[in-house]
Structures are given as C-alpha cells and as structure tokens.
C-alpha cells in the first residue's frame, strides 16, 4: 500500500497499518526532518522493523538518494529477519512503481558466518575460523607462490591445499562491479560465492562503501577495535539506527573494558621471548624485513599529512580523531625498532605484573597509574600510543599467521594504548579475589564506566542516530547515560484486540507468607516451598510451554536443589518436562530445541532461565512455546562487584544519579525483556507473572515499559498464588474461544488519508489579525505561511 505522511510518500509493503505502526512512522520522519537524534520504544511484535525500514527508505529515496543507512542489530538472526523485511518492502516499491532496482543491501558478519571453505567451515570456534582463513589468504604464501613460478589455477586449488580458491578468486576478479544491485542475506552472498568461486567475507568488506543498506551487528560501530577495521571510514551522510539497543550502555562499556590477570601476563611474557627469537633468526638469516620495516615506518612517519597518519593510527586514536582531534606527534624512537619496542613492552608487563603482586583491593586513577609507569619503568606516553600499530606491524614483518597465539601480548599492548589515551570516565582496579573472598586470583580491569564515551562520535558524525527497542523505558534514562539530547523521546503502546497480555503481580503464598528473592530470605525455605509451589500449580494449569526465569545460576541451582528434596520437581514433572539453560552455550541450545519439540508434541515443557542470560536476550517463545513467563524474584546486579561500586560512583558524581535509581532501572529493564518473550505478535497471547513482593512498589511498576503498565490492573498487583492460578484458568478459558481480528484495529488507505490530512490541518500555522483585534468584517486574515 501507499499512503502519505506530511508531504512524503511512503510505501508498506502490506494492506494494513497498525495504528502504532503509524505513530511510530511519523515520529520517525519528525526525527529526519529535525535533523538530529531519537529514541523510540515500540513493542514486541507489532511490525517495529518493518515501519522502521519503510519510513527510512520512502525518506531517502524521496528526500535524500545520496544517504545510506546503517541498521544495527545484535544476532545473526535478526539480521535476516531485517533483509528478509527489507526484500518484501523492495518488492512492493517496485509494484507502486515507486523505485526501481539500483538498491544494494549487504549484511557483514564474521567469517565464521560467511565462509564457504570446505574444511574451514566445519569448524565451531570463531578463532578457529580466523586463524585458518589467515593461514590460506597470508600475503606472504600467495608471494613465495609467485616466486616458484606463479600462483596455480582455481580450479587446481583443493581443500587441503594452503591457499584458498574462494579468495584467489576474489583477488584475481577483474569484474569491477561483481554485486550490481539487489538485497543479499548471507545464505545469498555465500551461493554468490560458491558460484562465482569468490570469497563473501571480502566481497561484503569491498563493497560495504557502495551499498545503500548495510545490515551488521552494532559491535562495528560501537567497539573501537572493531570499528576502526569496519566503519570508521563511512562517510557522514548516514542514518545509523541500533535495534534492540536495551542494553547499548553495557555494550559500550564492555568494549571499553579490559581485564588482565597473572596467567595473561604469563603468557604475554613467552609471546615476547617468542618474538624475541623470531627477531634474532631474521637477523641471523641476513633477511632485509626487518630494515625494509624499519625503513617504512620512518617513511610514514615523515609523512605529515592526516590522511598518510591514517596508515599508523590505532584503533583507540582513530577512536579519538572522530571527535576532531589530530595527531600532534610521531611515533618515538624508542620502540622503532624490533629490539627495542619488544624491551618497552616487556617493561609494561612487568609492572603490571609488580602491582598483581601486592594482594590488595587497589582502584587507581589511569592518570596516576600512567605517572607511576613513567616514573618507575620510562615507559613514555608516546610510546603507548603507538605500541598497538608497533605490534601489528611487526607480527606482519615476521609472517606470524596465528595471530591469536599472540593476543595476550596484544591486550597488554591495548591496554597501554588506552592508558596513554583516556583520563576521565575510566578507572583501574585491581582486585586480588575477583571471584571469590577464598579464591586468591588477583586481576587488573581497566574499567569504563561512562558507556557516552563509546556512542559520542556517532553522534557528533552522523545526521540521525536512532534508538529502538520494545523495553527501553525509561526514555530519559538512556539520554542520560549515553550524554545526548534526543530531539524525540517517545513511548508506544501496543492495540491489541483483545486483553491478550495479563500481568499478575504474585506477592504471596497460598499460606500468605510473602515471597521474595531478597538476599536474606533466600534460603528460607518457607519461601523456597511457596515458589515451587506457584510454579507447579502454574505447570498444571498453563497449556504448552511456560519459560521461567531466575535472578542468577547460583539461586537456580540452589533452588532447583532444594525442589527436588521437597518433592516439587516431580510434582512439575507430572504435567511439563523440565528444561535448563545452562553456562554451556551448546547445551543450552540442544535443551531449547527439545523444549520446543515437547510442547509441539502435546507434551508440554518448561523451560528455567536466567534474567541476564543468552535465552532472555534473543529467543523469541512465540505461539504456544510461551503460554507463561514467570520472573522469581527480581534481577539485581550483584551490589558488592568492584565494578558495579565504581560506575556507581561515577554516575552519582558526573550524572547525579542515585544507586537505587540505577539498580532499580537496570534490574526492571532486565525483567521487561524476559516478559517481552511472552506475546510475538498481535495474534499470540500469553500470561506475565511477577513473583516477588517487591515488585508492588511503585518504584518498580513505574520503570517498566508503558505497554506493560497500561495492563497492569490494580487487583493484580498484590496477590496469593490461590487466586493467580485462579485468573491464569479464567484466561486460557477466555484466550481459548474463537476470535476473529476486528477491523476497526487496522488503517486502510482511506484512514490513513483521513489521519495525514488532520496532521496536515494541525500543523498549519495559525491565523494573525495584520490591524489586531478588531470586529470589522472588512479585515483580511492570513496564515503567517502566506507572508513574504
């Protein structure tokens, strides 16, 4: 269908519009029109992707053809279902004759997703993948082939042969436009591949400047280390848009942090006396390398010009010229050579070593810590800056392939470079018993706790920077944490047709004993038997699959423990099969296919979680798979964390915001998401329950997204398992009788007319009296948009 917004055409590619699906477009193209930044929290399940990606594309094509956007999402999975989307939205432009077939959409993603190699693909472990695929595609290899006579034919290139058809490929296509124009998910671009004999990874790296539509995971534009190699060089004429992004703070935060301990540093040692060695055979061999490397980094650095600088940059400075800094210094040279860069190193993993040894909790300013390392060891700032390209450049000269070998020394060298760079907004802790107050493991963390430093160049580069989610709120929060002023901050509901989401806040037993995940009732075990309890009842009364979800592994084992000595396991037993997300990411995986293959079966399942695990953050229980979502006790972060003190520190400092503000925040956005698996789209439904006393509060209902609370009713909000199992029977009895989508819920083109000419009439600039007030009939008024 087509229909307008304002002055702009814009084409969905189905017949009808939900009316939040509509909102949610015109707060989209005020975000465009205003030029600046939004955040939009619209709800699971109701087409947030597809108007996100009609409104943007309808924008810029009409408004602004030389635009790109840039669609950030978390997984492998939703980044298909965004193609997938976009495929169908290109097709029905193409039928409104609205456009035509110039548009190129990539996907990047590892290799590990991307490579058509035999062998290499077999391969589990994204390491693994990338150590092989350097072995293959090494410039070294591919030269000493040219010297005995010329790299073979593809087609003689087999699968255990060191070099890889799929990228001599690549390298040999002399085709200069090889992807043309359409959309490619990365089953397309690997058949593209297999069929052209070119390797997908570098084909999507090579093209990724020319696309229209870049779909990746927000790692590439928020982590330095990766950004610098991905997107560092896209041009400001984006529209960069992060789905999902309910946890982009902790995101930004963790690509910022460092962690350092004695075995890394152990390891680092012998990668030196490694290279060390490797240095020393050069030399003995006569092999000119070394001097050829030494003679082109005097070569770059006399050099001056910012674009030749760029061939010396490390991630963490190119990191800081995108805030419009330049480079006022050179490499020194001191760490020049191989000889004496592998000494400076040394000396940093020294010292850092010399603090792990002192066995007490230290939190040191980075600008302290760089004095004490200048003072003690002469390890200048300079010289850190430029130990992260020093390193890089030597690995390359030595033809070093497994480079991972060496990424304990290259997380010191990190380290140095991030030291040298960063003052505010970061903090150094040692800890001697990071895990355990018995388990003597001492680990240096270079922590960030100011997650705006990651996110404030793409806000300072790009036109319109959007964030969207279903569990977002609240909005202001995230403003607040990122630093940024959002020329829209708006919050969705969700029209469903009929009361298909039912929240029950369960506060206490069938004995009225309240209930409660509270660190000091945690094994009372009248508590423990109430929630065994509620979930076994729930078991016998819920059709097909619920998911339950706990604050953290350690309660869930102690908790499932204690059930099975009280007998409730096997009173669960008897209606569900009971499944386990587990620390090992393959098992879990296995336990949540045969999850789904019971309830499919008739049999019915239940599946135990964690709040802040991988099930919570992307698997989707739609349909019959997630009849009920159950949150025992509420996910708090772990208050006595080294970490978790020091960022809550620095937001009292820097942000004035409270602790409880921001635990309470954290924790709600956590329990939000799980109840976000519940209900896919407007024809599921699902029961939400809240087991915890606390969640009653105010505090807590009011951090929880909008769509949540509008459905919360008051006589549910403090209740005894009894009279939630009670409800749950009454609406499954309700959600089990026929139902037909009533109309009146979709826009047809005809509404959608109606609601654009009233936006239209709302916006028209009011009538003014040229003479003022006045009762003379003869007076002429005009609209101030007819004024000269």
Not at 317 to 341: C, Q, W
Request: hydrophobic share 35%; proline share 4%; glycine share 4%.
């Amino acid at each position: 269908m087509r229909f307008f917004i304002d002055d702009l055409p814009v084409v969905f590619p189905y017949p009808t519009v939900y009316p939040e699906q509509y909102k949610y477009m015109c707060s989209l193209k005020e975000t465009l029109d205003g030029e600046g930044h939004a955040i939009l929290e619209m709800p699971t399940g109701t087409g947030k992707t597809v108007s996100l990606l009609s409104l943007i594309v309808s924008y810029i094509r009409e408004k602004m053809p030389n635009f790109k956007l840039i669609y950030c999402t978390r997984t492998v999975v939703e980044m298909e279902k965004v193609l997938e989307e976009l495929k169908g939205l290109m097709d029905a432009r193409l039928e409104e004759g609205k456009d035509s077939d110039d548009l190129l959409a990539l996907c990047l993603s590892t290799r590990r997703n991307l490579c058509i190699h035999k062998e290499v693909k077999k391969e589990v472990e994204r390491t693994t993948v990338d150590r092989l695929c350097r072995i293959k595609t090494a410039e070294w290899v591919r030269n000493d082939y040219e010297m005995r006579g010329g790299l073979p034919d593809i087609e003689d290139i087999g699968n255990d042969h060191d070099l890889c058809r799929y990228y001599e490929g690549y390298m040999k296509s002399t085709d200069d436009v090889l992807l043309k124009t359409g959309i490619y998910t990365l089953e397309d671009l690997k058949e593209f591949g297999e069929q052209r004999n070119i390797c997908p990874y570098y084909l999507v790296r090579q093209y990724l400047y020319r696309a229209n539509i870049i779909v990746f995971n927000y790692a590439y534009m928020i982590d330095p280390k990766i950004s610098a190699a991905v997107s560092s060089e896209l041009n400001k004429d984006c529209i960069v848009v992060f789905d999902e992004c309910h946890n982009m703070d902790n995101a930004c935060i963790e690509g910022l942090t460092l962690h350092i301990d004695k075995k890394m540093l152990q390891l680092a040692v012998k990668n030196i006396e490694k290279l060390k060695t490797l240095v020393d055979e050069s030399k003995k061999k006569g092999s000119r390398r070394l001097q050829s490397e030494y003679n082109q980094l005097l070569k770059s650095l006399s050099e001056s010009s910012l674009n030749d600088k760029k061939k010396i940059r490390n991630d963490v400075i190119d990191f800081k010229r995108a805030e419009g800094k330049t480079l006022e210094s050179v490499m020194p040279g001191n760490i020049r050579k191989a000889d004496h860069f592998l000494a400076f190193v040394r000396r940093v993993v020294m010292f850092v070593k010399e603090q792990l040894t002192k066995n007490e909790l230290m939190i040191i300013h980075p600008s302290n810590f760089m004095f004490k390392l200048q003072f003690e060891q002469y390890c200048d700032e300079r010289g850190l800056k430029f130990a992260h390209d020093r390193l890089n450049s030597l690995l390359n000269t030595l033809e070093i392939i497994d480079v991972e070998e060496y990424s304990p020394l290259k997380l010191i060298v990190d380290f140095g470079s991030m030291l040298a760079e960063y003052e505010d907004g970061f903090s150094i802790i040692i800890d001697p018993y990071p895990e355990d107050d018995l388990i003597l493991d001492p680990k240096l963390i270079f922590y960030c706790m100011d997650a705006s430093i990651a996110v404030k160049p793409l806000f300072a580069k790009y036109r319109n920077v959007i964030l969207t989610s279903g569990t977002i709120s609240p909005l202001p929060t995230y403003a607040k944490l990122l630093d940024f002023k959002p020329v829209i901050m708006r919050s969705f509901g969700n029209t469903l047709p009929r009361n298909a989401i039912y929240p029950l806040i369960v506060n206490k037993g069938t004995d009225q004993l309240q209930i409660s995940s509270k660190f000091d009732d945690r094994d009372d075990s009248a508590i423990l038997r109430n929630y065994g309890a509620l979930l076994s009842e729930l078991c016998a009364t819920v059709p097909d699959g619920i998911v339950c979800f706990f604050p953290s592994y350690r309660y869930m084992e102690n908790i499932i423990c204690k059930w099975d000595d009280m007998g409730i396991m096997q009173k669960i037993l008897e209606h569900k099969l009971i499944y386990v997300e587990t620390k090992d990411l393959n098992n879990s995986v296995i336990a949540l296919e045969n999850f789904r293959k019971s309830c499919d079966c008739g049999r019915g399942a239940i599946f135990l979680s964690i709040a802040r695990g991988k099930v919570a953050e992307g698997v989707d229980f739609q349909g019959h798979y997630g009849r009920c979502v159950v949150v025992i006790g509420i996910p708090f972060q772990y208050t006595l964390s080294r970490t978790l003190k020091c960022r809550l520190e620095f937001l009292k400092k820097k942000m004035d915001m409270d602790d409880s503000d921001f635990l309470i925040f954290d924790a709600m956005r956590q329990t939000a998401q799980c109840m976000g698996r519940v209900i896919r789209n407007k024809q599921d439904y699902g029961l939400m329950v809240f087991a915890d006393k606390r969640y009653a509060r105010k505090d807590k209902i009011s951090k929880l997204p909008q769509w949540i609370q509008d459905k919360i009713e008051k006589k549910n909000t403090g209740i005894s398992t009894d009279m939630g199992v009670q409800i749950a029977k009454s609406f499954f009895k309700d959600m089990s009788q026929p139902f037909e989508f009533p109309k009146d819920l979709l826009y047809d083109n005809e509404t959608l007319e109606e609601l654009n000419q009233k936006r239209q009439e709302e916006a028209k600039p009011p009538l003014v009296d040229l003479e003022g007030e006045s009762d003379d009939e003869n007076i002429i008024k005009i609209s101030l948009a007819d004024l000269p």
